[in-house]
């Protein structure tokens, strides 16, 4: 079954460390979200992607947060300098991109600091 | 703008007896509307979607729900709840169709079904 695949599960940093976390999309889609969920919260949208493009980076924190989708690869949301208020649950979700087609979420990697 | 308000945080149910998740939503346009349910520590897995068509959506695992315009709501049911129906359920808005650009999550229902 190729799903939505994100590793790592779990990862754990201390302050100020780099955190990376990696997305593979379904097969066949080109569109990947990634999504942050908050302890008792819903999920809270931070960037879309297409291969090579990053179209809306609205819910993106200005700072320390980065994400890419190469043409080759899995795409990556990076966390740098990472602060206790980083942990949470991320999420990412890939879709075909074509009108009506839902987005289809991976397990998610839960992040914890140190 | 888009924004979907859960109406409880716990529902809780016994085994064989009715599921009512309520949702209500705001949007300035034509909107889908999606309920995904949260198993714990696992991802979202959908469960059924509205798009304009048919106003009462089935979706998987016998649950359903009714559009329904002048009331601004989308509430999800199911007959009869069973016990691995107990998880957390998210009300889900897109202005379109959930493909493009971002969804806009309500903050969850978590619903716990009694043997």
């Known amino acids: 079954n190729a799903g939505v695949m994100q590793n790592p599960r779990h990862l754990v940093r201390r302050r100020g460390q780099e955190a990376r976390l990696r997305c593979s999309p379904m097969?066949?889609?080109?569109?990947v979200y990634w999504y942050r969920q908050l302890p008792e919260e819903g999920l809270k949208f931070m960037v879309y992607?297409?291969?090579?493009?990053?179209?809306?980076e609205s819910g993106m924190p200005k700072e320390r947060f980065s994400a890419e989708f190469p043409k080759e690869g899995p795409s990556i949301l990076r966390i740098q300098q990472v602060v206790r208020g980083d942990s949470a649950a991320y999420f990412c979700?890939?879709?075909?991109?074509?009108?009506?087609?839902?987005?289809?979420f991976g397990d998610g990697t839960r992040l914890s600091i140190l | 703008a888009q924004s979907v308000t859960q109406l409880d945080s716990h529902v809780s149910v016994s085994e064989g007896t009715p599921v009512l998740l309520r949702c209500n939503y705001s949007?300035?346009?034509?909107?889908?509307l999606f309920w995904y349910v949260q198993h714990p520590n696992k991802g979202l897995q959908l469960l059924l979607k509205?798009?304009?068509?048919?106003?009462l959506v089935k979706g998987i695992n016998g649950f359903e729900a009714e559009f329904k315009k002048s009331e601004t709501s989308f509430h999800l049911t199911k007959p009869s709840a069973h016990m691995s129906d107990a998880a957390e359920y998210f009300c889900?808005?897109?202005?379109?169709?959930?493909?493009?650009?971002?969804?806009?999550f309500g903050k969850g229902t978590k619903l716990s079904v009694k043997p």
């Open positions: 889900v808005v897109s202005v379109d169709g959930g493909s493009q650009g971002n969804l806009i």
């Open positions: 097969k066949g889609h080109s569109h």
């Open positions: 992607l297409q291969k090579e493009n990053i179209i809306d």
């Open positions: 949007s300035s346009y034509s909107p889908s």
């Open positions: 979700a890939s879709s075909s991109g074509q009108g009506g087609q839902p987005q289809h």
């Open positions: 509205y798009t304009s068509a048919a106003t």
